[in-house]
């Protein structure tokens, strides 16, 4: 079972940035790959980006490619995400999550999720 702590969530005007942080404890955190997630109120839960164990693979959604980076020091069982240019359609309630990374860069969670960290982007 993993633990997962979200951090660094808040408010902050178009354009700017934010970076968010994913406290883990619980298994050997470089043995399990990583994800953030987003979700809005009324809609599904949705994949933003990914990262394997080590670091050396990542994957981003279509909408945040360029603009966010994922990132994770395995020294100090936490994961990141820099999120650049932020835009109002990018306000919502933030999740990471501990899971698995196929060869592919397919992507299965363990089934844990932190409490969330909310983000809203003011036009």
């Known amino acids: 079972q993993v633990q997962l702590v979200e951090s660094g969530g808040g408010l902050v005007q178009a354009g700017g940035s934010l970076r968010l942080a994913c406290a883990a404890s619980g298994r050997t955190f470089s043995s399990y790959a990583m994800g953030w997630f987003r979700q809005v109120p009324g809609k599904e839960r949705k994949f933003v980006a990914t990262i394997s164990g080590s670091g050396d693979r990542s994957y981003y959604a279509d909408s945040v490619k360029g603009r966010f980076t994922i990132s994770r020091d395995n020294d100090k069982n936490t994961l990141y995400l820099q999120m650049n240019s932020l835009k109002p359609e990018d306000t919502a309630v933030y999740y990471c999550?501990?899971?698995?990374?196929?060869?592919?860069?397919?992507?299965?969670?363990?089934?844990?999720w932190g409490q969330g960290t909310q983000v809203t982007v003011s036009s």
């Open positions: 999550n501990a899971g698995t990374m196929a060869y592919s860069g397919s992507y299965s969670t363990f089934g844990s």
